[in-house]
């Protein structure tokens, strides 16, 4: 084993997939001439993300040298942390999604995607910059591959990610923590050869295409050139906008509706022209409408995530979340995710909104706050959720999320 290792984490879902977390397949080849690769499993239990007692027996194979870590999510982080004070000869170089930048009030090194609290381990740095940019070597100059984890049984269902960019071309919403900074280390693929076509795994491929909102251009650059077939499918965000499904639109009649199996997420938030005028979502309730209407047609899933939360609804907002759910043809959303409004740190709504008492940390890392609302805002909420509830059941929509919202915030 060589005294230089790049870390990744992968995990089994509760819907029985690997989230397989592969931030080193850009530069696979470059990484294994310099070290080891090594996977090592996650905590497996979201509900269990954020209890310091859940890390801390991950041993590693050296005692001396250099750890680069791919984090995606705070626990990798969190886990990176515990390492670095279990082992101080080894210096441990974290970046990735959760990483992200610099950025702050100068007191020390903090994240769009938390705050650190206090003094981090001299032998832990954290950094936006890319694998490519730490060793030299032009970004997206290498060769894209991916090795399962020995531990992932043959047949499995896998989710991994093909990086097209660590942007969001739209920046403007405001519960967004990506979107409210400009990367330093801005990173757009250029070429798309789209390398997991020639993974060998004996399963079924899950494949995310990786940016914070598909453009036009990715939609007719990248999808007539999807591999197809029975074992893998598709999922990327996609802004329910005009210039989108125009190029949607093109696209399907290019192919002639020989689309590869894709789920297709959209940002709904909360479905009336008034509320996305105020989350500056750029959008229309009829253009909304019609971008789920052609999705449906074409044949592509669609994930809808619509928060609740907000500290200013008014009747109107309810009439219109109301006549948004009944204008949908019923099966144009297959599932729709329930989620109450967090607030990350350096975001509008974190400056905006106050938050209950259990602001979520992981040992140094602030991550924000899930927020409270008044009686009244709760009444409307409530209501809301209600509306979502049994127009879901009438639309055979799959509603995620109603009984965690339920049981914490409502």
Known sequence: MSDTLFIQFYGKTNSGWYDLCNGYS?????????GDFLWLPHVQDADKWYDPDAYGDQPLPINRGTAYVSASYVNHLYQAYIWATQYPGVEFIVGGPVASERCGDGNGWNSVHFKVEGNLPPNLTLTGASVESL?????????????????????????????LENLCYWKKC????????TLDHARKREEFGLEFKNLQFNGHKIVRLNTGSITPEHIRRILPNLPKGDDIEYRYFMRAAKAETRALREVVKQMNGDLP???LGFGIEFPSDRMWKYLNKGTR?????????????????????????????IDQDLKDLETFMDSLAE????SLQLRWLFAHPYTKIYEEYEGVDDSIRLGPFYCGFNVKVD???????????????????AKNIKLEGYKNLKKGNL
């Not at 405001?174 to 900074?181: D, L, R, Y």
């Not at 009686?375 to 127009?391: F, P, R």
Request: aromatic share 12%; proline share 4%; glycine share 4%.
């Open 261 to 263: 199996a894709s789920t």
């Open 135 to 163: 060793f030299g070597v032009p970004e997206f100059s290498g060769t894209w591959k991916l090795e399962i984890p020995e531990n992932v049984p043959d047949g499995s269902r896998v989710y991994f990610s093909y990086t």
């Open 285 to 313: 309730m009829d253009e909304v409408i019609e971008t789920l209407d052609f999705c449906r047609e074409a044949g592509f899933k669609v994930n809808a995530n619509v928060i609740l939360g907000w500290n200013n609804l």
């Open 26 to 34: 850009d530069t696979w080849d470059f990484c294994k001439s310099k």
């Open 174 to 181: 405001p519960f967004c923590s990506i979107a409210q900074h």
């Open 375 to 393: 009686d009244h805002q709760k009444k409307m909420n409530l209501a809301a959720a209600e509306i979502i509830k049994e127009k879901c059941e």
């Open 331 to 334: 099966n144009a959303v297959t």
